[in-house]
């Protein structure tokens, strides 16, 4: 199957599929650019450079079975919250910016709880100011840093906990 990925979520693949979606669509999940089999770290940086490399959007293509089942350790997730966040610094990143993302991910209910926000501003930050070269690279770096994927999830997939309220 050929495809081209494009930029933002996209309501059906007709319309198109960014990466994110190219993922779901891979491991046989429903329609989403929020796969469950992808760690929250990836996803969003993933989801930053498929929308700001213009130009090298399609060399996201090769990394999508790589993704699928990078869901790992509350541990690994963190170890690449710190990658995101000390590249971020090193990309111009503004110091207080990256202290109170790291107090919000140290805290975090992982990974169903990963905190957005502070995810997209870190991943945009780094992407819009790195050259392509160094976001791939922090890529594989990212995804190196867990188990590695198999890249086909046939594993059940994690429920979030259950919400108590007092």
């Known amino acids: 199957v050929r495809f081209e990925l494009s930029p933002g979520n996209h309501p059906a693949p007709g319309d198109g599929l960014c990466m994110m ?35 090298q959007r399609q060399d996201l293509i090769p990394f999508i079975p790589r993704v699928v089942d990078t869901l790992d350790s509350r541990a690994v997730f963190l170890d690449r919250m710190e990658r995101l966040v000390g ?8 110091r207080l910016i990256a202290e109170r993302a790291r107090r919000r991910f140290a805290t975090c209910l992982y ?25 791939f ?9 867990g188990r590695p994927s198999g890249g086909f999830s046939r594993t059940p997939r994690p429920t979030p906990p259950a919400l108590a309220f007092k």
Not at 21 to 40: K, T
Not at 114 to 129: E, R, T, Y
Not at 138 to 144: A, G, K, P, Q, V
Request: hydrophobic share 40%; with cysteine.
């Open 21 to 55: 979606e190219a993922v779901a669509w891979f491991n046989g999940d429903p329609h989403s650019d929020q796969p469950r089999c992808v760690c929250p770290a990836i996803a969003h940086y993933c989801r930053a450079m498929n929308d700001q490399l213009h130009d």
């Open 87 to 94: 590249a971020f610094q090193s990309a111009g990143g503004g």
């Open 111 to 135: 990974p169903f709880h990963a905190p957005s926000f502070s995810l997209g501003v870190i991943c945009d930050g780094i992407v819009l100011n790195d050259p392509p070269s160094r976001c």
């Open 137 to 145: 690279a922090l890529l594989e770096s990212l995804i190196n840093l």
